[in-house]
């Protein structure tokens, strides 16, 4: 080997062992490199030295590491606009409408409804986050992505539960991008149709509920059937996961309370709270008996056992309170009259239940762990689920009620001075809570469910026409939520 590799070799070794040995002058490796490094060329080892005084003093200085340069993706905007629209929105689409229902988790006619309510809202000033909405020009001077991309992104993150840029194959639309679709979304949403989807019920809604609920359950003067569902929280806080961590769950979650009828349709929903929380808890948290103390609520008129009653009530299974507005079932019943009605509450209230899983089977997003890193972006995504999850409760020809607006939504408030409110919440408290009432209204639907036949609910007609399933149901739903519960494999054709 000539003079100079060789010469080569004993620098490189020098160079690869000097961050290691440069504190111990007496390590006998660092005496051979530099043996070698001097037997060849005597002068190289006062270079070796200087470089060692340079690290010696320069030792306790951060030295920074540059960051990687942002890459660029040459991502082909117009052609996937194209594309998408050639799939399913054109005159002769690659895709029928069963596959767009199936891939969206709604009717194509619902999804084009929502798009143009975005794009034609011109009520000034328009918010923020509808005008993101509005195709523009970029920088370069090209036109971003249309309101079919956008839309089209943020339903499938609430469909199919997944990370923002899992689409970026096909829509090459950027994580970013996608996480703005989705929150602006559901903020368009939640301003053009909460007032319609998410308003609390009125006269003219509680007595159609309580004709259909006598006709299908046999529960006259039935408002819905309430409990709690929780939805994990994957990135919760180090600090907050004691709070939010319930024993029987094992992780962080947050609750929703919602109540809902036979139709699916949730009328009061309630999310934000604390996993470690329980039923009772929320209910004293939430806002669902805020118009009752005010007296305020809608009337609702019904007859039970031939004796009459004005203040509607909901099926609640055994861990809520006996207030006067809650039916309960029994624990542990021999009484024939009681097994009876335990068996038609049970039946009845499984409505809930019903809803949480058709709610989770059409948005995924809240049937996984939530990836945000806030409570109020949480709140958007959940709130804006059960919203949609009534759109299309309505669309499919479902829904018991409609929105009138000849009907007004509750009472008008009373003009009341401090010591008149006071009193009236007081008396309307003391009623609501009230336990007598809560066993004498129980006592009377013993007597009334006992009085019905065993086969009294009503089943549904598969030839009475879709116009016609309000009021002929069945226990299964239709086909189409049976079908956003299972799961979305791909077909063999694709």
């Known amino acids: 080997m000539p003079n100079n590799d060789i010469y080569k070799h004993a620098a490189s070794t020098i160079s690869k062992k000097v961050i290691y040995l440069k504190k111990d002058r007496d390590n006998e490796i660092y005496k051979e490199a530099l043996a070698l490094a001097s037997a060849y060329n005597p002068t190289q080892v006062l270079d070796v030295i200087d470089f060692l005084e340079e690290e010696d003093e320069a030792e306790g200085e951060v030295v920074s590491i540059p960051r990687a340069p942002r890459r660029h993706f040459p991502r082909d905007r117009e052609g996937k606009a194209r594309q998408l629209f050639n799939d399913y929105f054109s005159d002769n689409p690659t895709f029928p409408l ?71 194959e ?38 159609r509920l309580i004709s259909k609920r006598e006709e299908i359950h046999g529960f006259s003067g039935m408002l819905g059937s309430i409990d709690c569902m929780h939805w994990g929280w994957k990135n919760c806080p180090v600090a907050w996961k004691g709070q939010f961590t319930q024993g029987d769950h094992g992780y962080p979650t947050i609750m ?40 305020m609520s809608p009337p609702c008129n019904y007859t039970v056992s031939g004796l009459h009653f004005s203040r509607g009530y909901y099926l609640a299974d055994g861990i809520y309170p006996e207030w006067s507005t809650l039916v309960k079932s029994f624990k542990n019943i021999n009484d024939p009259k009681a097994k009876k009605f335990k068996r038609f509450q049970e039946s009845a209230r499984k409505d809930i239940e019903l809803a949480f899983g058709i709610l989770q089977g059409r948005f995924a997003i809240i049937k996984n ?19 949609l999850h009534n759109m299309i409760t309505e669309d499919n020809g479902r829904a018991f009620c409609d929105l009138e607006e ?31 009432s809560h066993h004498f209204l129980r006592d009377n639907f013993i007597e009334h469910i006992w009085n019905l036949s065993p086969n009294h609910r009503i089943r549904y007609d598969p030839n009475s026409g879709p116009s016609n399933i309000p009021e002929h149901v069945t226990d299964p739903q239709l086909d189409e939520d049976d079908e956003v519960e299972e799961e979305y494999e791909d077909e063999d054709e694709d």
Not at 170 to 197: P, Q
């Open 406 to 436: 000849d009907y007004p939504p509750t009472r008008r408030p009373r003009h009341l001075d401090l010591h008149e409110r006071v009193a009236l919440h007081m008396r309307m408290d003391k009623e609501l809570m009230d336990k007598g």
């Open 256 to 295: 929703l309370e919602a109540v809902a009828l036979y139709d699916t349709w949730i009328w009061h929903s309630f999310f934000g709270s604390a996993g470690s929380n329980n039923d009772i808890n929320i209910l004293n948290q939430s806002d669902l008996f805020n118009e009752l103390l005010k007296d």
């Open 170 to 207: 096909y829509l090459h639309m950027g994580e970013s991008t996608s996480y703005l679709c989705l929150e602006n979304f559901c903020k368009s949403v939640l301003h053009l149709y909460s007032a319609e989807y998410m308003r609390r019920t009125n006269a003219h809604d509680v007595q």
């Open 98 to 168: 069963d596959r767009f229902r199936r891939r969206f988790h709604m009717s194509k006619s619902l999804f084009i409804r929502i798009c143009r309510g975005i794009i034609n809202f011109n009520l000034e000033p328009i918010p923020d986050y509808i005008n993101y909405f509005k195709q523009r020009r970029d920088a370069t001077g090209l036109f971003d992505f249309n309101v079919f991309q956008k839309c089209t992104s943020a339903i499938r993150q609430l469909a199919y539960g997944i990370a923002p840029n899992a689409f970026d």
């Open 369 to 387: 762990p939530a990836r945000q890193f806030y409570i109020s972006k949480i709140q958007l995504i959940m709130y804006t689920c059960v919203l």
